[in-house]
């Protein structure tokens, strides 16, 4: 599963995107797209303890399963 919190928890540190990438292994496509997902729903770190990756996954794609 993507790491949702973490990759917006680096970006907010300035990490470029191929940082991020290495270091959550994930395509950098998908920290891409995931960044721009985030951006286009207002969302940015920190979180709220309640933002999950579970629940981000659900925000940023609705119709999304889940399990």
């Known amino acids: 599963m993507v790491n949702y919190r973490e ?8 990490y470029t995107q191929r940082q991020i990438a290495a270091s959550v292994h994930s395509s950098r496509n ?3 797209e995931v960044l721009e997902v985030a951006a286009k729903a ?5 979180l709220d303890e309640a ?5 981000l996954l ?3 794609y ?4 889940c399990q």
Do not use: K, M, Q, Y
């Open 7 to 14: 990759i917006l928890r680096l970006n907010s540190l300035n």
């Open 30 to 32: 998908t920290i891409r």
């Open 42 to 46: 207002g969302i940015e770190w920190p």
């Open 51 to 55: 933002a999950t990756n579970e629940v």
């Open 58 to 60: 659900a925000t940023f």
């Open 62 to 65: 609705p119709g999304w399963n």
